[in-house]
């Protein structure tokens, strides 16, 4: 059986949402992050980068979202639910497949420890500085960036259904983690393609049922 290594509010939500979507049988087994959200070493005895997502399906232990989506489908849509026929289709979802952690993650990750640098573990005399630093680098670069790949997905969405196309796709259930991340910042609404296609994700009762196994996605926000 297949068995989910699930890191609470995690990027591993994407993948039990996918065994929803399939319809298949799997297991959960769920880790709690530790202090400062870090994941809890018991997870490196599981893969040695003791990262959340990955997977183990008989003798094969299997990481990173990307890897782990294509695996999924590829060997266990015996009934081509989520199958792309036409060839920019399938172009389009490798794509989106991988940007939203070559490209987006990226940057999600930097905002994160960037406004980190003001907040213990940093030494009190040093939070100042470090978030006068962090203040300086996001208005000159990274909000910048965001906004650019925010305006990238919007004009993308407001042409298409789905990121692959017409069709429902891994590529969806990929690059829901770092549209929610996005959304956090607080402006989704200057977004309405954007906001229209998380309101179907989240309508999709395999995602629901992922939710209620799983939890959140995720907790607090990227600001």
Known sequence: MITVHHLQHSRSHRIIWLLEELELPYQIKAYQREARFLAPDALKKIHPLGKSPVITDENRVIAESGAILE????????DYRLSLTHPDEQIQSRYWLHYAEGSLMPLLV????????????????????????AQGFNKAYLLKQLATHQAFIEAHLAEHAWFAGRTFS??????????????????????????????????????????????????????
């Open 71 to 78: 695996y999924l489908e590829r060997q266990y849509d015996t």
């Open 110 to 133: 930097m905002k994160l420890i960037f406004n980190q640098f003001n907040k213990p573990p940093v030494p009190w005399l040093l939070r100042p500085i470090g978030g006068l630093f």
């Open 170 to 223: 891994i590529a969806d259930v990929q690059m829901s983690y770092p549209v929610l991340a996005l959304q956090t910042r607080g402006d989704a609404g200057d977004f309405p393609a954007t906001q229209a296609w998380l309101e179907k994700i989240c309508q999709r009762s395999a995602w629901i049922r992922a939710q209620e196994k799983g939890g959140a996605p995720l907790a607090g926000t990227l600001e």
